[in-house]
């Protein structure tokens, strides 16, 4: 494993997001490491798919710079994934997982190019990594949302991808499959890659994630998860009435 690097692979400083003038995100800054899975929590409307998305270069910011490993995001694309909530993907999309991992080598290799043996090695270690071997040549849209949303990572791995950000993919993955999930993210974390994550279950915080993010429009809290979601804070967040002791639920079916 590659020793970790201490300066921030992420770096985000006086972040403002606006929709229609109205910010999503205010004055946010933010900096971290590679190796730690990052939970973000905060209340519905508090900015957090905002957040993923400005990070991905898919919104443009009021104000504020995002840095990936010191280099502007058009630059660093290639070093993030980003997973989209799940109704938000085309599934449908005719492909096997193997040919969705194989899209994680095309900056690598050019449309054009061909694969090499490093390349397909590549691939068939990232079907391993995330227990898709057995199923590399299914359609993805036989799959189950788990299935799907380990071929994303696995596709990512293939890119070379450091910062991994997904928006809610535990949502809806019944306990087999969010197991899985949790299992993957921890490799990822372990092979010193840095991972954003959104996340609605407050009462699977700490074993989901070694550092949390609480947002509501603005930063309230970042560091260890347990520090994060203190009552004090969540109190911050959420106010009083919603926060009942972690059983702040919105599941989406």
């Avoid at 020793?3 to 692979?9: A, G």
């Avoid at 270069?57 to 993030?80: H, S, W």
């Amino acid at each position: 494993m590659t020793p970790r690097d201490p300066s921030p692979l992420l770096n985000i400083e006086d972040l403002t997001v606006s929709y229609h003038r109205v910010p999503a995100i205010h004055h946010l800054s933010l900096s971290l490491s590679r190796g730690h899975r990052v939970g973000l929590f905060g209340p519905n409307g508090a900015g957090k798919s905002t957040l993923l998305k400005a990070v991905a270069g898919l919104v443009v910011p009021e104000t504020g710079t995002i840095t990936i490993a010191n280099q502007k995001i058009a630059k660093a694309a290639p070093r993030i994934a980003y997973l989209p909530q799940r109704e938000s993907v085309d599934w449908d999309f005719p492909v096997t997982v193997r040919g969705l991992v194989e899209m994680g080598r095309y900056h690598h290799v050019g449309l054009l190019g061909s694969f090499s043996k490093a390349d397909n090695e590549a691939v068939q270690h990232a079907l391993e990594l995330f227990d898709l071997a057995p199923l590399a040549g299914r359609q993805i849209k036989e799959l189950s949302g788990g299935q799907q949303q380990r071929a994303f990572l696995a596709r990512a791995w293939a890119q070379e991808a450091d910062l991994y950000l997904l928006d809610e993919p535990f949502a809806g993955l019944d306990k087999g499959n969010a197991g899985a999930l949790a299992k993957a993210l921890r490799t990822l974390g372990e092979q010193g890659k840095l991972l954003l994550v959104s996340h609605h279950a407050l009462s699977e915080a700490t074993e989901l994630f070694d550092m949390a993010v609480l947002l509501n429009g603005e930063m309230i809290a970042c560091g260890p998860t347990a520090e994060v979601l203190s009552p004090q804070h969540l109190e911050c967040a959420y106010g009083t009435a919603v926060y009942s002791g972690g059983h702040h639920h919105h599941d989406r079916a």
